[in-house]
Each structure stands twice: as structure tokens, then as C-alpha cells.
């Protein structure tokens, strides 16, 4: 069974600052593996996809790369601002229809 | 607008019964999925439907119940047979086709008093 893992759990930068985000699968068989936003007590934004062929999608300040040999992925966010704080998931799309999310990391931007 | 509407926001119910939560989607899409959120824990898959009249059950489906008689709306049930159903449950669509991306509504909030 796919396992997607997201460190930290937990990150606090200051405004203006680049950041990077990870997120890990163990099952290379992917279709596709896609970021979310999720504010609190809302439901999930789609922030990017990335199709298991591609290497990278862009959109605005984020970057979301993929690597699917070595099972990982990053989110770049440039700029941090406050409004970028929230918590960030990523999901897989293995063989099959299920989607597999991570646990997610809660960002803090501080003014 | 387009979108996945979920409701109601906040559901309160007593130990014994049964709820039913709402999801409803105007995006064309023939594929909805239900998830549950914990504190702490990625989303779980509870039930899936590709299609109208068909769906599939999730990792952890025991405990819920599900309806797909109309590509719109995609019900779900808590039954009481569920032993903690406390939790922040996610509604999402997709259209079909391998590399499409889900969308997923504003979620309900289920407190068993």
C-alpha cells in the first residue's frame, strides 16, 4: 500500500522568506501527485498537479517538482508572505482510482 | 458557479443514530470521493464512486454507507455502527480520465454528543 509522508510537520519562517516543502511516497507507480492548501477548519484548495511524466509544474510563487524514481517531491513557495500560512498536503494517485495524502506541513509565515 | 457544495456545516448526533451528510457538485464530474479527516492524520478514503449507481469502498469504510443515484450527489451515511465518528469529513470530485485533479468541498464537521 502507497505511504506518503511530509516533513516537517511543522515550520515557522519570516515574511519574505524561500521555502521548501517535502513529500515522500514509497510506491513509484504513480499517475499523477497533486499539492493542496487547507485553511483551518475549511476544505482542501488545489494549489498544482504534477503528471507522473513530468518534472516540475509552476504556478505564480510556487514550484512543485517531482522526482518519481527516488519517490519524493518539493514545493517551492518564493517570497513567503502571511497569507501563505496554512497547513500543505500532497496526495498521490497510484494504480487504481484511490488518492494516498500525507499528514501534511502546517506553515507559519511571521509578519 | 461551479463547485462542491457540503452540508450541513456543523452536524451534532447523538450515540445511536444514524446521519446522513450532503455533497452535491455542479462540475460535470463522474467521479466523487468521500474522505475523513483526524487531527494529525492524512485524509482517509471511505468510499469512491467512478461512476452513477456504482461505488467502492475505501480503507475504511466499515461503519458508512453511501448512495450514487444521480452524478451530482454523492450522500453519505454515518450509520451507528460506527464506533468514532467524530472527525471533519471531505467531499471531492474529479473528472474522469487518469490526470485529472480533485477538487473538494468546504467539508462538515461531525460531533457525536
Known amino acids: 500500500k502507497q505511504e506518503v509522508t511530509q516533513i516537517p510537520a511543522a515550520l515557522s519562517v519570516p515574511e519574505g522568506e524561500n521555502l521548501v516543502l517535502n513529500c515522500s511516497f514509497t510506491d513509484s507507480a504513480i499517475y499523477n501527485l497533486q499539492w493542496f492548501r487547507q485553511d483551518p477548519g475549511k476544505g482542501l484548495t488545489s494549489l498544482l498537479l504534477i503528471q507522473s511524466s513530468q518534472r516540475e509544474q509552476t504556478s505564480g510563487r510556487l514550484n512543485a517538482s517531482l522526482d518519481k524514481s527516488s519517490g519524493r517531491s518539493t514545493l517551492y513557495i518564493a517570497a513567503s508572505q502571511p497569507g501563505d500560512s496554512a497547513t500543505y498536503l500532497c496526495?498521490?494517485?497510484?494504480?487504481?482510482?484511490?488518492?494516498?495524502f500525507g499528514t501534511g506541513t502546517s506553515l507559519t509565515v511571521i509578519p | 458557479d461551479g463547485g462542491i457544495t457540503q452540508s450541513p456545516k456543523y452536524l451534532f448526533r447523538k450515540e445511536g443514530q444514524n446521519v446522513t451528510l450532503s455533497c452535491e457538485q455542479n462540475l460535470n464530474h463522474d467521479a466523487m470521493y468521500w474522505y475523513r479527516q483526524d487531527p494529525g492524520q492524512g485524509l482517509r478514503l471511505i468510499y469512491y464512486s467512478q461512476i452513477v449507481n456504482d461505488f467502492q469502498k475505501g480503507d475504511i469504510a466499515e461503519g458508512y454507507s453511501v448512495s450514487r443515484e444521480k452524478k451530482e450527489s454523492f450522500p453519505l451515511t454515518v450509520t451507528s455502527a460506527q464506533k468514532n465518528p467524530t472527525a471533519f469529513y471531505l467531499c471531492a470530485s474529479r473528472a474522469s480520465g487518469t490526470y485529472n485533479e480533485q477538487f473538494f468541498g468546504p467539508g462538515t464537521r461531525l460531533t457525536v454528543l
Open positions: 496526495a498521490v494517485r497510484s494504480v487504481g482510482n484511490q488518492f494516498y
